[in-house]
């Protein structure tokens, strides 16, 4: 009796274990439903450039609607930046200095390509799970035959978190340059997005605004 008891438990569990299994089109789908609040939500993430020869510039960005802002970091220098619609505020610690300029259509385009970035990171690819751990699951992407935009990395490396199914990282490389994208992150208040000259006392202020 108490044998045919382990059986039907054990039969339980199989069959919930197989129901819970998660195909890489179900992952991804939930990871761009999870990404999708960004709209309302805003979103945070950090990526880094690795370049030949100048070496590695890490940036974490913060979206908010249309205001942003960054953080560079590259070797032992820092630069801030932050953008609402019309205005861009460059803060250099080294120099205390601030430079207040017109926002660029180029700006504009930077800040909606860092929102969209993440945003149907498998479309035009062939996913395939190629490992899973206790807290995420690793895929390969490689790009389509279909896929006929030039701009797109032949392939890319992702990882997705169990815990939240929001990107660790997506790392690809593109004419030399290695990108990495990391700790992708939904909910950012529009205060940590915007420039408050009242935290650079005695700064140097450079308006170049016309």
């Known amino acids: 009796m108490m044998k045919r008891f382990f059986i039907c438990i054990a039969a339980l569990l199989a069959s919930l274990a197989i129901s819970f299994a998660q195909t890489p089109e ?64 460059t803060y250099d610690p080294e120099k205390n200095e601030i430079e207040i300029d017109n926002r660029k259509p180029s700006d504009s385009k930077s800040n909606d390509d860092n929102a969209e970035m993440l945003k149907g990171i498998t479309d035009g690819y062939d996913v395939t799970m190629t490992r899973e751990t206790d807290s995420a699951w690793y895929f390969d992407c490689k790009k389509s035959k279909s896929n006929t935009k030039k701009d797109d990395p032949k392939k890319m490396s992702l990882i997705v978190a169990k815990s939240n199914y929001m990107p660790l990282d997506l790392t690809a490389k593109m004419k030399g340059v290695t990108v990495s994208i990391r700790n992708a992150s939904i909910g950012v208040s529009e205060k940590e997005v915007t420039f408050d000259a009242s935290k650079f006392p005695g700064a140097t202020v450079n308006d170049k605004r016309k």
């Open 26 to 89: 179900e992952i991804i789908g939930r990871m761009d439903a999870e990404m999708a609040k960004a709209d309302q939500m805003g979103m945070t993430m950090t990526m880094d450039l690795t370049i030949p020869i100048l070496g590695k510039v890490s940036s974490t960005i913060k979206n908010y609607g249309e205001k942003a802002s960054t953080e560079v970091n590259y070797k032992d220098k820092k630069e801030y930046i932050w953008m609402d619609e019309t205005t861009t505020w």
